[in-house]
């Protein structure tokens, strides 16, 4: 049964207790290697066959998060149990030194022997990890929990011998022995929440995101995507987001999501405002079950005032679109969903200066037609052609240069484009000179380039090339890095 119909039917998530092993098994290589770096799809994408699309759709950003387990020849051991009876949709705590240290929750579940040894090898006896598990976003726990008082509470013997699945009543039974997110804490039986900065707002984002992933919140990219762009429409209002459009008749519109199922986790997180949110039991991670006073309260909420602020600023919405973007189903029209909300032009790095045309008509009818004042940018040659005598019509990705019966021809490319949301300038330091290839993946986010003037590929961060670069020929570091950000990357 799939997660999201367990889910529907009451499912209670079990517990896995797991243990992370030690030097002899190579437990921490493993742990930095495949939870905190992660695993490119890319590396694995041979050996993981049918199984790529699944997981190329839980990770869009193509890093998985791995673990896995050797096999067993016994069958009702606590490790027979537990590789048979988990689920997606399971919470895993890590195990190692005799403390609880990070948990996070089943996306799928897959057996592959071919993987494990990718990616971990085998262990002295030839044995490979191939019970794998794909993880969502690993919560590091502050203050590591010591092990004994909750295997003792859970009738289990000290230490951990094994990997173990603890059903949900015990899971329950245990819930006082485990911290709340970060964040949180309690005052006077309160819940507090601490300010959301930069690095927790991403961090949060992705573990919603991650967490959404299997299909059983569909509606949280586009709910995300209708907020920031009212927020957009606050800090810029030039913008054309539709501002009256419902979030119910958006989903409506967009997606067929029920408010009520995806704007609890959103709540929880604190990416959501909501007036009575310190009445909910907040846990992102499913650890506690909050619930909503009533959904027409919910159907009003927005996001936090903490996340508001940082998504004023334009470098920080960019970020945030790319990955939200990312997330939607491949059957939503994105350049519509981005129009609607006033968010066109954070799919391109050209950007764009017209207003926004969508429009919904019935079948059969004519499209509606409005008229509209268009502002240009008068942009200007001299640069453009200086770019491409510089660098000789050649590609400064590539070194392609296209002949044709007149001559060479090459693009001017503005790295920060010059219409919204981007502004960018129209000078030499924000030009590249490129082939039309190289010229639509760029503006498409298909690639970047990093600090170190390395081109590479946004979905796997794979090396391209080196930047081909004239001493004449100043880049401005800003203008890449704001082109970083809408490719959804840190910096």
């Known amino acids: 049964m799939r997660d999201r119909e367990r889910r529907d039917a009451g499912y209670r998530p079990q517990l896995v207790l797991q243990l992370r092993g030690g030097a002899r098994v190579r437990g921490p290589e493993h742990y930095q290697h495949s939870i905190i770096r992660g695993v490119r799809l890319a590396q694995i994408a041979a050996e993981l066959g049918p199984e790529l699309p699944a997981l190329q759709r839980l990770y869009p950003d193509g890093i998985a998060r791995l673990w896995g387990s050797t096999p067993t020849q016994q069958v009702n051991n606590p490790k027979a149990r537990a590789l048979r009876e988990r689920k997606a949709g399971d919470r895993v705590l890590f195990y190692a030194d005799k403390v609880f240290y990070a948990r996070a929750r089943i996306l799928h579940l897959f ?53 173990t699945l603890v059903d949900a009543d015990g899971y329950d039974s245990i819930l006082p022995f485990l911290p709340n997110v970060p964040g949180l804490g309690s005052s006077h039986g309160r819940t507090v929440r601490k300010r959301m900065g930069r690095k927790q707002f991403f961090r949060v984002l992705r573990q919603v995101l991650d967490e959404s992933s299997d299909g059983s919140a569909p509606g949280i990219p586009l709910a995300m995507l209708w907020a920031v762009g009212r927020t957009a429409a606050a800090a810029e209002p030039s913008s054309h987001a539709d501002t009256l459009t419902s979030l119910e008749a958006f989903l409506a519109r967009h997606g067929g999501a029920d408010e009520q199922s995806l704007l609890p986790p959103l709540i929880d997180s604190g990416l959501w405002g909501h007036k009575q949110a310190q009445e909910w039991e907040i846990d992102r991670f499913g650890f506690h079950g909050g619930r909503a006073s009533s959904a027409s309260d919910a159907a009003t909420s927005d996001l936090s005032a903490d996340v508001a602020g940082l998504l004023a600023d334009v470098d920080m919405r960019g970020r945030a679109v790319a990955m939200l973007s990312r997330a939607l189903t491949s059957n939503v029209d994105r350049a519509a969903v981005l129009a609607q909300v006033g968010l066109a032009g954070y799919d391109s790095a050209a950007g764009t200066l017209e207003p926004n045309l969508f429009t919904l008509t019935s079948p059969g009818n004519p499209a509606e037609r409005q008229l509209v004042t268009i502002d240009r940018i008068v942009r200007s040659s001299r640069h453009a052609k200086a770019v491409k005598k510089l660098h000789d019509h050649r590609c400064q990705i590539c070194g392609v240069r296209l002949e044709t019966r007149d001559g060479y021809y090459s693009e001017a490319a503005h790295i920060r484009g010059l219409g919204k949301p981007h502004d960018g300038t129209d000078d030499l330091s924000n030009l590249l000179c490129l082939c039309p290839n190289h010229h639509t993946q760029f503006d498409f986010f298909a690639l970047y380039i990093d600090e170190k003037f390395t081109v590479r590929r946004t979905s796997d961060d794979s090396r391209i090339s080196a930047l081909r670069r004239h001493p004449q020929h100043h880049i401005d570091q800003a203008h890449l890095r704001h082109h970083r950000r809408f490719c959804g990357l840190p910096k």
């Open 111 to 163: 057996r592959n022997q071919a993987v494990a040894k990718r990616v971990w090898q085998t262990d002295d006896e030839g044995q490979t990890w191939e019970h794998i598990m794909a993880l969502g976003a690993i919560e590091q726990l502050a203050h590591a929990v010591p092990a004994e008082p909750v295997l003792r509470q859970l009738g289990l013997p000290f230490p951990l011998r094994s990997l």
